[in-house]
């Protein structure tokens, strides 16, 4: 069946310090893979996307790391920020005529100065 | 930069009364879609829509909800008699040649007493 989720509920760093939020997925069919991150009473913003035949992506100051041979996908954060605290949700996107978003449980990011 | 944007941000109803509500994705964009999210819970899909017509929805997207594009600005979904478990924050999204990179509005945060 589909199903993505999360290992962590709750990721806890320093101001400064890099953070791995980690997530595993089920559906090998899935063409692209994304990360949103939720701020308290806003909508998912678009972090950063990789399709499934890459095993890396960088954007700025985040990199995506997909590992398909054991379903695993991981959002780095450089320098973590007070401003990236927030809900990081991963989801897979489901093709289809116009596919859909299938997404994780979420990880809540806590940046502490 | 342009956004999604949704109204009401909050809606009140009492249980068996219809609410509508109202998206008006990025202008350039083709595909749109609405999600929902219960309190705690993550991101589920409900509905995509695309040339006029819905083009996927899933099991939650029963015969008591509908969606239009009654413009070629506004995206809507109605849900004829709401349910106490309907009670959500419904996100509406849109992207443009790229179904995988969905921009999300703010949601609606709906209450069914």
């Known amino acids: 069946g589909e199903s993505v989720g999360l290992h962590l509920p709750t990721l806890s760093v320093q101001e400064g310090d890099n953070s791995i939020i980690n997530c595993a997925y089920s559906?090998?069919?899935?063409?692209?893979f994304i990360w949103y991150k939720q701020e308290s009473g806003k909508g998912p913003q678009f972090i950063i996307d990789?399709?499934?035949?890459?095993d890396k992506r960088q954007g700025q100051r985040v990199t995506v790391l997909l590992n398909k041979t054991v379903k695993h996908l991981s959002l780095q954060i450089a320098a973590t920020q007070p401003g990236d605290s927030a809900v990081y949700f991963c989801?897979?996107?489901?093709?289809?005529?116009?596919?859909?978003?299938?997404f994780g449980q979420g990880t809540t990011l806590q940046v502490k100065p | 930069e342009p956004e999604v944007t949704q109204t009401p941000s909050h809606q009140v109803t009492q249980m068996g009364q219809e609410v509508i509500l109202r998206c008006v994705p990025i202008?350039?964009?083709?595909?749109f879609y609405w999600y929902r999210q219960i309190l705690g819970q993550k991101v589920e899909f409900l509905v995509s829509?695309?040339?006029?017509?819905?083009?996927?929805k899933s099991e939650i997207f029963d015969d008591q909800f509908s969606v239009e594009r009654p413009d070629g600005s506004n995206f809507t979904l109605k849900i004829r008699s709401t349910k106490l478990e309907d009670s959500a924050m419904y996100f509406c999204?849109?992207?443009?040649?790229?179904?995988?990179?969905?921009?999300f509005g703010p949601g609606t945060r709906l209450t069914v007493t």
């Open positions: 999204a849109s992207s443009r040649s790229k179904p995988y990179e969905q921009y």
């Open positions: 559906n090998s069919a899935s063409d692209y």
């Open positions: 990789i399709r499934s035949n890459m």
């Open positions: 989801a897979e996107f489901v093709s289809g005529n116009t596919g859909k978003l299938i």
């Open positions: 202008s350039n964009h083709l595909y």
């Open positions: 829509f695309y040339n006029n017509e819905i083009s996927e």
